[in-house]
C-alpha cells in the first residue's frame, strides 16, 4: 500500500466516522449538548491532519458546508464545536466538557480566548470548572465567577441573536456576493481578529445603511422615512 493511497483511506474513515457523528448530532437534538465533543474531536482531527486535502476538498470550510448542506446544522454551530474542543479539551477533560454541555463550555472559551490575549498560558480555574458542571448554575451565574476570576468584563454585543435564513445562489452569484464582501471588510477597515458573526453584521449593517440612505426618500418621501417600519422579508 502506498503512502498517498493510505493517507486517502485514513481520510475516508475519518470522515465516514464524522458523517456518522453529524448524522447521530441532527437525529438526536435532546443530547446535542452532551455529545458534540466526540463530533469536535474529529473534525479536529480531520483539520490538524488536513484529510480535507487528501480527498480533494479545496479546504476545511468546504467541507463544513458539505455537512451544512446534509445536515441542515448552522455553519456558526460546527465551528463552535469545534473551537470548544480545540481550546479546552487540552485541559479540560472529555467527559468533563460533554457533562458541561456546549452552552456553558462556550462561556468558558470566550473567556480563555480573551484572557490568552494578555496572558497566554493562562487556564480556566478548578473553581470555575466545578461550577459550570453544577446543573443548576445558571449561564448568568458562571459568565460573574469567570469575571470575577479573570477580572473581566462581559463585552460581548447587546441584543438577542438574528437567524438571516439562507437561499439558493448560483455560482455565478457566490462569487459576486464573496467580492462585494471582501471589498466592503477593506472599505470598513474590519480586522482580521474580529470575530466572523460580527464582520458580518458590520457588512450587513453597512450595506443596510448605505441603501436605505440612498433610497428611503424616494420609497416613503423626503419628510419622514426614519419613522417608517422596516418591512424586511422573514423578519418577525
Same mark, same amino acid.
Given at each position: 500500500m502506498s503512502e498517498q493511497f493510505a493517507l486517502i483511506h485514513a481520510a475516508n474513515a475519518l470522515r465516514d466516522e464524522i458523517y456518522q457523528q453529524m448524522e447521530s448530532l441532527a437525529t438526536s437534538e435532546c443530547t446535542l449538548a452532551r455529545s458534540?465533543?466526540?463530533?469536535?474531536?474529529?473534525?479536529?482531527?480531520?483539520?490538524?491532519?488536513e484529510s480535507w486535502r487528501a480527498i480533494g476538498y479545496e479546504s476545511l470550510n468546504q467541507f463544513v458546508t458539505e455537512l451544512?448542506?446534509?445536515?441542515?446544522?448552522?455553519?456558526?454551530?460546527?465551528?463552535a464545536y469545534l473551537s470548544v474542543v480545540e481550546l479546552l479539551l487540552p485541559t479540560i477533560p472529555a467527559d468533563k466538557l460533554e457533562?458541561?454541555?456546549?452552552?456553558?463550555a462556550l462561556e468558558l472559551k470566550y473567556a480563555l480566548e480573551? /484572557? @490568552? %490575549? *494578555?496572558?497566554?498560558?493562562?487556564?480556566?480555574? !478548578?473553581?470555575?470548572?466545578?461550577? =459550570?458542571l453544577k446543573h443548576d448554575t445558571t449561564g448568568k451565574e458562571l459568565r460573574a465567577?469567570?469575571?470575577?476570576?479573570?477580572?473581566?468584563?462581559?463585552?460581548?454585543?447587546?441584543?438577542t441573536w438574528y437567524d438571516c435564513n439562507g437561499f439558493y445562489m448560483t455560482p455565478e452569484e457566490r462569487k459576486e456576493y464573496a467580492a462585494a464582501v471582501k471589498m466592503t471588510i477593506i472599505q470598513l477597515g474590519?480586522?482580521?481578529?474580529?470575530?466572523?458573526?460580527? /464582520? @458580518? %453584521? *458590520?457588512?450587513y449593517m453597512a450595506?443596510?445603511? !448605505?441603501?436605505?440612505?440612498?433610497? =428611503?426618500?424616494?420609497?416613503?418621501?423626503?419628510d419622514q422615512p426614519e419613522n417608517q417600519p422596516a418591512q424586511l422579508i422573514g423578519a418577525h
Open positions: 458534540y465533543v466526540r463530533f469536535g474531536k474529529l473534525l479536529l482531527e480531520f483539520k490538524q491532519s451544512v448542506t446534509k445536515w441542515g446544522r448552522k455553519r456558526t454551530q460546527i465551528y457533562a458541561m454541555g456546549i452552552s456553558k480573551k /484572557q @490568552r %490575549k *494578555a496572558l497566554p498560558t493562562a487556564t480556566i480555574p !478548578e473553581d470555575v470548572i466545578a461550577a =459550570a465567577m469567570i469575571g470575577a476570576a479573570f477580572n473581566q468584563t462581559d463585552d460581548r454585543e447587546a441584543g474590519l480586522k482580521k481578529e474580529m470575530a466572523e458573526h460580527m /464582520q @458580518r %453584521k *458590520a457588512v450595506w443596510m445603511q !448605505e441603501y436605505f440612505a440612498t433610497h =428611503a426618500a424616494e420609497v416613503y418621501g423626503v
